[in-house]
C-alpha cells in the first residue's frame, strides 16, 4: 500500500541554519505531496502542496519538488527561525482509496535555536 | 471566518466509559475526515464522511467505533467502552471535496483514558 517516510527526528538548529527534512514515498498512481506543520497544542496547518511531477511547492521560505524518479518531496529552507520550531509531517493523498485521504509520516520535531 | 471546531479539547474518559467527540466543519464544507494520533506517531486516517453519508470506514477499528455527519449539526466521532489504547489525539479535517482539495484541520481532541 501506499507510504510515507520521512527523517527521524528532532532536529535542532541554531537560527539562520539550512534545513532539510527527507521525505519518501510509496504510491500506485499519481498522489498529490504535501507537507503539514503543527505547532504545539494545535491542529495541522496545510505548509506547502505539489500535485504532479516537478512541481514546486513553496510557502514562507520553505520549498519542496516533487521528484517521481526519486519518489522524494524533501522539505527545505534557506534560513530557519525560531518561529519555525514545530513538528512537520510529509503526507500524501490516497490514490489507492481514491477518497482524498492522507497518508502521513511520522513527523519530524524541529527545534531552532536563538 | 471560524475554521474547523472540534470540542472537546481535552477528554478524560475511565475505561468502559463513551467517548463523544465533536467536529463541526469549514462553513460550506460538506466532506469531513476523522484521523487518530497516537503519541510519537503521524495521524493515521480512521473514516471520511460526506453529509449523512460514511464514505470510507476502512481506517475505523470494527468494534466500539463509529462516525455520523447528520444533515444538521457537526461530526461526531463515537467511541464505547473506551479502552487504554484508546488514548489519543483525534483529529477532524474538513474539504470542500476529495482529492487535491485542501484538507483544514482543527485544533484535535485529546482523550485520555485512565
Known amino acids: 500500500g501506499n507510504s510515507v517516510t520521512q527523517m527521524e527526528g528532532p532536529v535542532t538548529l541554531s537560527e539562520e541554519a539550512f534545513l532539510t527534512i527527507n521525505c519518501t514515498y510509496t504510491?500506485?498512481?499519481?498522489?498529490?505531496l504535501f507537507w503539514y506543520v503543527q505547532y504545539p497544542g494545535e491542529g495541522l496547518q496545510l505548509l506547502l502542496k505539489?500535485?504532479?511531477?516537478?512541481d514546486k511547492g513553496s510557502n514562507k521560505g520553505f520549498e519542496a519538488t516533487y521528484r517521481k524518479e526519486t519518489t522524494s518531496f524533501h522539505l527545505e529552507k534557506g534560513s530557519v527561525q525560531v518561529s519555525d520550531s514545530a513538528v512537520y509531517f510529509c503526507?500524501?493523498?490516497?490514490?489507492?482509496?481514491?477518497?482524498?485521504?492522507?497518508?502521513f509520516g511520522k513527523g519530524t520535531k524541529l527545534s531552532v535555536k536563538p | 471566518n471560524a475554521g474547523v471546531m472540534q470540542n472537546p479539547r481535552h477528554l478524560v474518559r475511565r475505561r468502559g466509559q463513551e467517548a463523544r467527540l465533536r467536529c463541526s466543519p469549514v462553513?460550506?464544507?460538506?466532506?469531513v475526515y476523522w484521523y487518530r494520533q497516537l503519541p510519537e506517531e503521524g495521524l493515521k486516517f480512521m473514516v471520511y464522511?460526506?453529509?449523512?453519508?460514511?464514505?470510507?470506514e476502512s481506517g475505523m477499528p470494527k468494534e466500539r467505533f463509529s462516525a455520523e455527519f447528520p444533515k444538521e449539526g457537526p461530526s461526531i466521532l463515537r467511541i464505547q467502552q473506551v479502552v487504554r489504547g484508546d488514548s489519543a489525539a483525534y483529529f477532524c479535517?474538513?474539504?470542500?471535496?476529495?482529492?487535491?482539495?485542501?484538507?483544514?484541520f482543527g485544533p484535535g481532541t485529546r482523550l485520555t483514558v485512565t
Open positions: 505539489a500535485t504532479k511531477a516537478d
Open positions: 479535517a474538513s474539504s470542500l471535496g476529495k482529492g487535491t482539495y485542501e484538507q483544514y
Open positions: 464522511l460526506q453529509k449523512e453519508n460514511i464514505i470510507d
Open positions: 504510491a500506485t498512481g499519481y498522489p498529490s
Open positions: 462553513k460550506g464544507h460538506s466532506h
Open positions: 503526507a500524501l493523498s490516497d490514490t489507492g482509496g481514491s477518497q482524498g485521504n492522507l497518508i
